[in-house]
Antibody, heavy 117, light 106 residues
Framework: EVQLVESGGGLVQPGRSMKLSCAAS????????MAWVRQAPTKGLEWVAT????????YYRDSVKGRFTISRDNAKSTLYLQMNSLRSEDTATYYC??????????WGQGVMVTVSS | EIVLTQSPTTMAASPGEKVTLTCLAS?????MYWYQQKSSASPKLLIY???SLASGVPDRFSGSGSGTSYSLTISSMEAEDAAIYYC?????????FGSGTKLEIK
């Protein structure tokens, strides 16, 4: 059974950093691209970043470029999102999702990040 | 950036009623994807590659369209289908979602 379990969220002050993790199981992690998608409270879904199966290619939405870094450790079957210089508008539930040939098929349960002083 | 416009924003349907949700893209996309989200749960894939049904999804759901116009159809509304539905395009970066259609049961 495919499982994606996010962790690392919580309350953080504006301008500070936070690192999210997504532990994958039930599939060969190193064969799949992965992505982070977020959802602000009562709002819609917003793509954040994508990484290729081997980590060689990464893509970001403009609003997080230069502040967020997506990475992966295939030996640990874990996806990461390093978030620096956090802003109030980054407050959201962050989901990790698996990319199967251009299909975001499996999603984690999400982790909440609240940026507030 | 490809903007996806979903309509209607909100609607209510009676059990057994046929429901059609629309997603219009600002530029042509190769495929459309549809997700269902209930309450505060994570999104669930319903349709991929425009018209392929995801595993475990009831066959009352179907997808169609091409170019800039796509739709999701529920052939016979059930109470459990009450949710928010999002379309998604992966043709170009940034990946974009529609703003969602909230579907309620009458």
């Amino acid at each position: 059974e495919v499982q994606l379990v996010e962790s690392g969220g919580g309350l953080v002050q504006p301008g500070r950093s936070m690192k999210l993790s997504c532990a994958a199981s039930g599939f060969t992690f190193s064969n799949y691209g992965m992505a982070w998608v977020r959802q602000a409270p009562t709002k819609g879904l917003e793509w954040v970043a994508t990484i290729s199966y081997d980590g060689s290619s990464t893509y970001y939405r403009d609003s997080v470029k230069g502040r967020f870094t997506i990475s992966r450790d295939n030996a640990k079957s874990t996806l990461y999102l390093q978030m620096n210089s956090l802003r109030s508008e980054d407050t959201a539930t962050y989901y990790c999702t698996r990319d199967t040939m251009g299909i975001l098929d499996y999603w984690g349960q999400g982790v909440m990040v609240t940026v507030s002083s | 950036e490809i903007v996806l416009t979903q309509s209607p924003t909100t609607m209510a349907a009676s059990p057994g009623e046929k429901v059609t949700l629309t997603c219009l893209a600002s530029s042509s996309v190769n495929y459309m994807y549809w997700y269902q989200q209930k309450s505060s749960a994570s999104p669930k894939l319903l349709i991929y590659y425009t018209s392929s049904l995801a595993s475990g999804v009831p066959d009352r759901f179907s997808g169609s369209g091409s170019g800039t116009s796509y739709s999701l159809t529920i052939s016979s509304m059930e109470a459990e289908d009450a949710a928010i539905y999002y379309c998604l395009q992966l043709t170009s970066t940034p990946i974009t979602f529609g703003s969602g259609t909230k579907l309620e049961i009458k």
